[in-house]
């Protein structure tokens, strides 16, 4: 995702695994963030809202991983805005 957006993107990730992106840009500096762009995807299960109690969902994108014609994986992306920060 950093490659894509490009360095003036920050990125970050939440993994219950540490990776390289908890070096580059630690989840209590992301979580601080007036919006955040969430992608997850089917695979994975709950809601971010539910751990991000000071967003709300501002929008909703879907995308459906085809292989062989098959939908494997739908991948959503989610804006999340800060409550109350206008």
Do not use: N
Not at 65 to 85: A, D, E, Y
């Amino acid at each position: 995702m950093q490659a894509l957006l490009g360095s003036s993107v920050r990125v970050g990730c939440e993994t219950d695994v540490g990776d390289d992106f908890d070096k580059f840009l630690p989840r209590s500096q992301w979580m601080r963030a007036k919006s955040i762009i969430y992608v997850t995807d089917d695979r994975f299960s709950g809601e971010p809202q539910a751990h991000l109690t000071d967003y709300s969902v501002q929008a909703v994108a879907r995308l459906g991983i085809r292989r062989g014609g098959v939908v494997v994986r739908t991948i959503r992306i989610m804006r999340l805005g800060r409550m109350g920060s206008g």
